[in-house]
C-alpha cells in the first residue's frame, strides 16, 4: 500500500496566507496602514511604542497589537499611553503571531477611527520571517547590543523586511558594534532596505522616525 505524506506545514502556511489576505484587504478598505515589528527580545520594540504614541497616538489615530509568549506586560505597558483599546495575544509558547490572532484582534479595534497598526510581534528573528499577518511591511528593529552579523545569521527576515530601524545608537560608545558594518550586512542580504537610526530611551532620531510613519499613514501612500 502506498504511503501518502500529507505536508502539514504547507497547509498550515496556505491557511495563514488566505487569511492574511482577508486581513489585508480589510485594512486596505478602512484606509489603515499596518507595521509588523518584528526583532530580537530586548532590541526596544515597546519603548519605541510609547514614544511614538506619546508623540503620535492620536494624530495618526495608531492602534497597537502586541504579541507575547506569556504575560500582557507589553500590552499594559502601551496601554497606559493611549485612551485606545491595546489588543494583547498571548501565544502560550508559540513563537510568533499569525494572520489568525491579527483578524480576531482587528475585531475590537474601530478601523475608521484608525489609521496606522503596529503589529508588535513575538520576540524572535526565525519565527516571525515566514508568517504574513496581511502587514504593509515589516519593520525590523536591529539594536547596536547585538551582534553586526545578524542579518547574515537571520536572512530571511531581513529579506522579507522593507524597513530597518537601527536601536539603542546611544550605546554605540560603550559596545565593539559597528553600525556602518551591520548596515552593510543587511543591504548584502536584501539591498532595497532603507534604514532609520535612533534612540527611543535618549529620543534620539525620533524626529525621523515620526516623519515616516506621518508619510507612510498618509491616504495616497503606497508603500513606495
Not at 484606509?31 to 494624530?59: I, M, Y
Request: aromatic share 6%.
Amino acid at each position: 500500500m502506498a504511503v501518502r505524506t500529507i505536508e502539514v506545514r504547507e497547509k498550515v502556511m496556505a491557511m495563514n496566507n488566505e487569511l492574511a489576505a482577508v486581513v489585508r484587504q480589510r485594512l486596505a478598505e478602512a484606509g489603515v496602514v499596518a507595521f509588523n515589528l518584528v526583532s530580537s527580545p530586548g532590541s526596544g520594540k515597546t519603548t519605541l511604542l510609547e514614544r511614538t504614541l506619546d508623540e503620535l497616538g492620536e494624530e495618526l489615530g495608531i492602534a497597537v497589537v502586541t504579541g507575547d509568549v506569556q504575560t500582557q506586560n507589553d500590552a499594559d505597558r502601551l496601554a497606559r499611553r493611549t485612551t485606545r483599546l491595546v489588543q494583547a495575544v498571548v501565544t502560550g509558547g508559540a513563537c510568533h503571531l499569525d494572520a489568525r490572532q491579527v483578524l480576531s484582534a482587528l475585531d475590537a479595534i474601530d478601523l475608521q477611527r484608525t489609521r496606522l497598526l503596529f503589529v508588535e510581534n513575538v520576540g524572535n528573528l526565525v519565527c516571525p520571517a515566514s508568517w504574513d499577518l496581511g502587514e504593509e511591511a515589516k519593520v525590523v528593529l536591529f539594536s547596536v547590543t547585538e551582534g553586526e552579523d545578524k542579518p547574515l545569521k537571520y536572512p530571511a527576515l531581513f529579506k522579507r523586511a522593507r524597513h530597518v530601524v537601527m536601536t539603542k545608537t546611544d550605546l554605540l560608545h560603550y559596545v565593539p558594534f559597528d553600525i556602518h558594518v551591520a548596515m552593510a550586512n543587511a543591504l548584502a542580504v536584501n539591498p532595497d532596505l532603507s534604514f532609520l537610526e535612533l534612540s527611543a530611551l535618549r529620543a534620539w532620531g525620533l524626529r525621523d522616525w515620526f516623519d515616516f510613519l506621518r508619510h507612510a499613514s498618509a491616504r495616497e501612500y503606497a508603500g513606495a
